[in-house]
């Protein structure tokens, strides 16, 4: 397989798998996605989660579209700060040459696993390896041991912006390749919560919004856009608790 293969089934969207009893899983014609935090506590520091599984109109056995880009709205206050954890500020070049050797041991903020179909090759998983970057998310794709492709997701406050290579030689038809030849069937990635400093210094990697609503439920979205032209939208909710206020005395 090329590396370009690998590279295009990478999944997108870059954020971290957590506890899934902390998000009940969400539906629409081509997905069932769940998006949840680590904690169910407002105000702290988290891992984030991200799973989903893809299939075609017909039901969850039948092949779906490729998926060309995904876009995860988190809840709003949440917070994602990549100035916290290492960075990994390398070129893509370096990461193919290198591996991992390329990016500080500190910059690894989670691991996952992406299974796609390949046209001409099949059903195939990848395990991946997620690094933080400046305002980005490197997801590395690898095999046998060496890094065999590499997406990006952009972090811009609590939205996730992740195009997703559905060539074999990475990007997208009709430039990349005459058709989609990769389509992703799940994916998976995880990681933790991640914080430095202490007391009023303290600073985390990602934060939970600021208090958790009467319905004991943050909400996002999550939008998938797919190379047949449909894009679904699709509500998620997760679990908070709320904190009782202290009485006045």
């Known amino acids: 397989m090329s590396r370009g293969t690998c590279l295009a089934i990478c999944c997108?969207?870059?954020?971290?798998?957590?506890?899934?009893?902390?998000?009940?899983?969400?539906?629409?014609?081509?997905?069932?996605?769940?998006?949840?935090?680590?904690t169910m506590k407002p105000n702290s520091s988290t891992g984030f989660s991200y799973a989903a599984t893809y299939h075609g109109l017909s039901g969850p056995h039948s092949d779906p579209p490729a998926?060309?880009?995904?876009?995860?709205?988190?809840?709003?206050?949440?917070?994602?700060?990549t100035s916290v954890p290492g960075q990994c500020n390398v070129s893509d070049a370096d990461l193919m040459l290198m591996g991992e050797a390329a990016c500080p041991a500190n910059a690894k903020v989670g691991t996952g696993m992406a299974t796609a179909k390949l046209t001409g090759l099949g059903t195939m998983t990848?395990?991946?390896v997620l690094y933080n970057a400046r305002g980005q998310q490197l997801e590395l794709v690898e095999?046998?041991?060496?890094?065999?492709?590499?997406?990006?997701?952009?972090?811009?406050?609590?939205?996730?912006?992740?195009?997703?290579?559905?060539?074999?030689?990475?990007?997208?038809?009709?430039?990349?390749?005459?058709?989609?030849?990769?389509?992703?069937?799940?994916?998976?990635?995880?990681s933790v919560p991640i914080s430095t400093g202490r007391g009023r210094g303290r600073r985390s990697y990602g934060m939970t919004p600021p208090s958790c609503p009467s319905s004991h439920r943050w909400k996002g979205a999550?939008?998938?856009?797919?190379?047949?032209?449909?894009?679904?939208?699709?509500?998620?909710y997760q679990r908070c608790t709320l904190i009782a206020r202290k009485p006045h005395r």
Do not use: K, W
């Open 143 to 190: 095999s046998g041991g060496r890094v065999m492709g590499i997406a990006h997701t952009y972090v811009h406050g609590t939205t996730l912006d992740g195009p997703v290579p559905t060539c074999f030689t990475g990007g997208q038809p009709p430039s990349g390749c005459p058709f989609d030849e990769v389509a992703l069937l799940s994916n998976h990635l995880a």
């Open 12 to 38: 997108a969207a870059g954020l971290v798998l957590a506890p899934a009893a902390l998000a009940g899983p969400a539906s629409g014609p081509h997905e069932t996605v769940a998006v949840a935090s680590s």
């Open 126 to 128: 990848f395990n991946t």
């Open 67 to 81: 998926l060309r880009h995904l876009v995860i709205q988190l809840p709003a206050g949440t917070r994602i700060d």
């Open 222 to 236: 999550v939008t998938f856009f797919y190379g047949d032209g449909s894009a679904d939208r699709v509500t998620v």
